[in-house]
């Protein structure tokens, strides 16, 4: 991962009449950034017919045309089955995916004005509870050979090296790439971490179908009674109960919005999960790998600064609420049916 030096919190004119000319708008007046994720940041552009959301993903993102144009189209039928998402926008060409000649690779889509709710926010979880479960009912098979990603089902990471890691690095330089606390968190927890990785990747993986694989809060809008179910990026092969865990996960230590969660999304009609504390693998898998991503981001003396800006919270939110065995299995224990 590295810093993307062409990320300004506002467009140039060069790159907003490249965009233009690319998705066939009369004119871009400004774009203003107005989220930054970790594979890429988003822009709104003002063109005359009506505000754009133009995505620039960053370098490293796997997205090819053809994946943008196959994820496209299962948004479509899910949006057709009753998930609200916004539609992509093509470019003056027919195609989704827009590349400039300097490399840089550009989606846009529907601006759709609604603000991101809070992380912990229950009703929102409950509503995308609801839309996992339709996605779910779906059952879209996957194609021949297809795998659900380690990312969601293995996490072997040699984490008492990486405390020992962010340690030495509390001592190189008159800024420490390391905060004191998050130094002394790893080191406390490094043991615990390494366990949870090998219980998670010892998990069974489960029946494959189609599904959106990034369901949180954050990838939500809400405006007034409508909410949209953004970021499909990383549909493809998953698992529905792992992908109830991925969401259940936040409420670990909110039972009772971890059982209003799970309730709403069987009564959407969505299948049942395994007992015990297997529902949170890919939860797990997905905290552990993305925590060890940001650190190596920190760690990183060639990582620029919006990167770093980035990462740093991230990784003291994560090793507080990466939970323990005992935390996982009394949740397990709270969504377990009676």
């Known amino acids: 991962m590295r810093d993307e030096p062409d990320l300004p ?6 790159t907003l009449s490249w965009l233009a000319a690319a998705f066939g708008w009369p004119a871009a007046a400004t774009g203003t950034l107005v989220q930054r994720g970790a594979m890429g940041a988003t822009y709104r552009i003002e063109t005359p017919t009506g505000p754009v959301a133009a995505k620039r993903l960053f370098d490293w993102h796997p997205l090819t045309e053809e994946l943008v144009d196959w994820m496209a189209r299962f948004a479509d039928r899910c949006r057709d089955a009753g998930v609200p998402s916004p539609r992509a926008l093509p470019g003056r060409d027919g195609r989704l995916l827009q590349a400039a000649d300097n490399g840089a690779r550009w989606r846009c889509l529907d601006w759709i004005d609604g603000a991101v709710p809070d992380r912990l926010d229950p009703q929102a979880a409950c509503w995308l509870a609801e839309q996992a479960a339709v996605i779910h009912r779906m059952a879209e098979p996957v194609g021949p050979g297809a795998e659900l990603h380690p990312w969601y089902r293995r996490s072997d990471l040699d984490w008492p090296r990486m405390a020992e890691r962010a340690a030495a690095a509390r001592h190189g330089g008159a800024r420490p790439a390391i905060s004191a606390d998050v130094s002394a968190q790893l080191t406390l927890r490094a043991e615990e971490l390494a366990a949870l990785g090998r219980w998670a ?59 209003a969660i799970c309730g709403a999304y069987r009564e959407a009609g969505g ?48 090793l507080a609420d990466i939970p323990g065995f005992a935390e996982l299995d009394a949740a397990a224990v709270a969504v377990r049916p009676r």
């Open 9 to 14: 919190d506002a467009l140039d004119p060069q």
């Open 201 to 259: 990747g010892s998990v069974g993986t489960g029946d494959l179908i189609v599904t959106h694989n990034d369901l949180k809060v954050q990838n939500t809008l809400v405006a007034g009674n409508h909410r949209w179910l953004l970021d499909w990026e990383q549909a493809g092969p998953g698992v529905s109960w792992r992908e109830v865990g991925l969401i259940g996960i936040h409420f670990v230590r909110d039972h009772r919005a971890l059982q």
């Open 271 to 318: 299948p049942g999960w395994p007992h015990g504390r297997s529902l949170f693998a890919t939860g797990v898998c997905v905290w552990l790998n993305f925590l060890w991503l940001q650190l190596e981001v920190l760690l990183d003396p060639a990582a620029g600064h919006s990167d770093r800006s980035f990462a740093a919270p991230i990784v003291s939110g994560l």
